[in-house]
């Protein structure tokens, strides 16, 4: 067992902080198992005290939604909607992972950069690339970082040379499923339909099949574009929406799901949402880089659905959640213009979106109560002039002004996570 000693931040509910200033925390075999403003009222004197000093202790930052394969383009072609984006930027790219070599380089990379930004866990896309695929999750697994990763599913409306056939598809899935699907790994799989309109109804009833029978979730893309909205109501002329559709074939809920987005879900999708448990995962950037709109989180809230962060690289062009957290506030406020009925987010809201309510879909992590998972990151801000400020302002300007340069430990299930960037980048 260890102590760690610190001004330790965390979030039980979304509307206000925990704050313990000089505070301990125990921690053994990955999980915490008190936090106390004394350390003798935690009831293990023998244990090692590790001392932080000033610094901050929070905990770390969940991903629920990023594309791994797309790591490369971050950055470019901005200046496109969804559709015509995916045409002439990201399925090209994908092509790509064929090429375990060109895989591995870029994965490498990417995961570097999730662990330079402090997000300890991510729900991650890959491609419909088997090996390619497997060589993330080892990747994963070699970090000592968690995350669910899927191969992606798709046979339609996309290029040839990404057109898999359902019965390879199923092959592929279930391969990786025999190699991780251990319910006490870090990294295990996660059934991805790209969205309805890239997945023919065989090959959405056969993700529902695999998942159901294996008990996996799910991870897909939800009412993200107006024209996308419409291309699925041409598909699925028999649903009751895209949310509906995606419920009839098994995939809404039946096991844990994430949709990416929701931005122009309607009042009866967002029920079946709330109904069927499923998290959205809000990824801000995204949606303003490629024109969707904004996704109306405070409704969200308001509606008892769980909300997530997403970097959602690289319609996304930034990999760090702590700017997510900035721009999902942001995002709010210009809704709350229009609506003042709806307020904006709050700092804790947005950070307990990016820690706790993300972390649910991993278990108990992105709290530091007892019997969660250590997930933790050590902000040392001395070059933000923290004497200068409270300790939850010296967190809001970390979140809003701070890098990668001030997180100087990382923890994952309470090992320190250590990458030497030689080896990654």
């Not at 709330?274 to 969200?300: D, F, W």
């Not at 997510?324 to 009925?341: D, E, F, G, L, P």
């Not at 801000?381 to 302002?393: F, G, R």
């Not at 809003?400 to 030689?422: P, T």
């Amino acid at each position: 067992m260890k102590v760690y000693k610190a001004h330790i931040i965390y979030t039980k509910q979304r509307e206000r902080f925990e704050v313990l200033e000089n505070g301990y925390i125990a921690v053994d075999e990955g999980r915490v198992q008190g936090i106390a403003a004394q350390r003798e009222d935690l009831g293990c004197p023998n244990a090692e005290v590790v001392d932080f000093g000033n610094k901050l202790l929070i905990p770390a930052m969940n991903d629920m939604h990023v594309h791994a394969p797309q790591f490369h383009n971050q950055g470019i072609a901005m200046d496109l909607e969804l559709l015509p984006w995916l045409e002439n930027y990201t399925f090209p790219e994908e092509t790509k992972f064929s090429n375990i070599d060109y895989a591995e380089r870029i994965y490498r990379r990417f995961v570097y950069q999730l662990w330079k930004m402090g997000t300890m866990r991510a729900v991650t896309f890959a491609t419909i690339h088997t090996e390619s695929t497997r060589r993330l999750m080892e990747l994963f697994k070699q970090a000592g970082m968690g995350a669910y990763v899927g191969k992606v599913a798709m046979n339609r409306n996309c290029p040839e040379a990404l057109q898999e056939p359902v019965e390879e598809a199923v092959s592929g899935m279930l391969s990786l499923i025999e190699a991780y699907n251990n319910p006490q790994d870090l990294v295990r799989p996660i059934i991805t339909p790209r969205f309805i309109p890239s997945c023919t109804p065989e090959l959405l009833r056969a993700c529902a099949d695999i998942a159901q029978r294996y008990n996996l979730p799910v991870q897909s893309h939800l009412s993200e574009n107006l024209g996308e909205i419409e291309l699925v109501r041409q598909l699925e002329p028999d649903s009751d929406g895209y949310g509906d559709a995606y419920m009839r074939y098994g995939l809404f809920g039946q096991t844990p799901t994430i949709m990416a987005h929701c931005v122009w879900s309607d009042e009866k999708e967002r029920l079946l949402m709330k109904e069927q448990g499923v998290l959205v995962a809000h990824c801000p950037t995204s949606n303003l880089n490629v024109a969707s709109g904004m996704a109306p989180i405070r409704t969200y809230l308001n509606d008892g659905i769980n909300v997530g962060l997403g970097s959602d690289v690289s319609g996304g062009h930034d990999i760090s959640i702590f700017r997510m957290m900035v721009y999902a506030i942001q995002i709010s406020k210009m809704h709350y213009q229009r609506n003042h009925a709806l307020p904006f987010l709050s700092l804790s809201e947005a950070f307990w979106m990016a820690t706790k309510a993300g972390g649910t879909f991993f278990g108990k992590v992105g709290s530091f109560e007892k019997g969660y998972d250590f997930d933790a990151l050590v902000i040392d801000d001395n070059t933000l002039h923290p004497d200068e400020y409270t300790t939850l302002q010296r967190l809001e300007r970390f979140i809003y002004i701070g890098d990668d340069r001030q997180i100087a430990h990382r923890f994952c299930q309470g090992k320190e996570i250590v990458l030497d960037s030689k080896q990654w980048e």
